[in-house]
């Protein structure tokens, strides 16, 4: 059974940084696609950035957090990071993670099938 947890939310004041973990497990084939995603109050879900786990290509899909947001992944720990820096009231959201074990990053978000609980981020001003 695949399961992702997302952890690292919290209030922040605007400029400051967090860093989001996605525990994943139950992933059985070589190269799964793991992506963070967010959603605002009222809005789409938004794909953000995209890791996969054996090569470490990564991709962004938001150009509001590109030079803002990285991804990283731990194969020993079974973790990927989303590291915020500069944030933004505009970045208060739910963060969730997600995987997809069949298409890679270069896909729709339709095609992640396996999501975490999310994890609140509040960028106050």
């Known amino acids: 059974e695949v399961q992702l947890q997302a952890s690292g939310g919290g209030l922040v004041q605007s400029g400051g940084s967090l860093r989001l973990s996605c525990a994943v497990s139950?992933?059985?084939?070589?190269?799964?696609?793991i992506g963070w995603f967010r959603q605002a109050p009222g809005k789409e879900r938004e794909g953000l950035l995209c890791i996969r786990r054996r090569s470490g290509g990564s991709t962004v899909y938001a150009g509001s957090v590109k030079g803002r947001f990285t991804i990283s992944r731990d194969n020993s720990e079974n973790t990927v990071y989303l590291q915020m820096n500069s944030l933004k009231p505009e970045d208060t959201a739910v963060y969730y993670c997600?995987?997809?074990?069949?298409?890679?990053?270069?896909?729709?978000?339709?095609?992640?099938?396996?999501w975490g609980q999310g994890t609140q981020v509040t960028v106050s001003s």
């Open positions: 139950g992933v059985t084939v070589d190269d799964p696609a």
């Open positions: 997600a995987v997809n074990t069949l298409t890679g990053c270069y896909t729709d978000i339709a095609d992640f099938a396996f």
